[in-house]
């Protein structure tokens, strides 16, 4: 990174910290409705550790590290909330995603070295539906933190992204469809990204269950286009979704 994209994202990662520890002490009655909502959906028992999740590995990241590529999960799930870990894309469809970079090398991306991983939300869940739970229990004042919570990363997202000039993944667009839990961060994502970095956003299923892979294949398959380059099926197909994502 240059001098001007490390200082850009050492102000982004710092001021991320800031607003985690401030929004866990703005409802300290969140880790009672996480377990509430995991219980309604019978979720297996598992430790309740940070309701919301600041993402550690931005610590690990130094201004010699080519970072080529930001990819926006959801929210923090089981794995990614529990003391011992405190970041994210760390279970089940972190590891696919890991894996498939490291299938496809012509890509020339290490998932764990070269990419800034975030979410749509910091606030956790088990399970990404389980939000709606926890807003309609915890009434308008949680309401109105998830709601900030995704503006503030949507904003701070856009101005990181074109400071540092890279791609800018989407993955998990079910809720980001208009009305569903993540519409905010969709339109504020929108608002604040100029023409150049716009044309830099790209929109993926989720890396969960293979989807994002399985996806691809079907796209690559029924257009005919196995003899393209894959980087620019990706980018074919991540047009395809923004565009279906992004309408009003």
Known sequence: MTQQQWAAFCDFKEEFSRKVQEWNSAAPELKDLQKLAAEQTKTPLYSFDLPVVYNKSLD??????????IVIGDNPGKDEQLFKNSRYLVGQAGKIA????????????????NVIILNKTPIHSAKTNQLKIIIKQGGQSVANL????????????AELHSKLGTELWLVGYSELKPKKIFDEYRKTLKSCCDEKAWNKVYVFQHFSMNRFSIDLCDFIKNNHKENQLLKDNIHELGILHRNEIFVD
């Open 98 to 113: 890991e894996g498939y970079f490291k299938r496809n090398p012509e890509l020339e991306i290490d998932f764990r070295k």
């Open 60 to 69: 690990d990241v130094s201004i010699n590290d080519d970072i080529k590529l």
């Open 146 to 157: 998830i709601k900030e919570s995704q503006i503030w990363f949507a904003k701070k997202t």
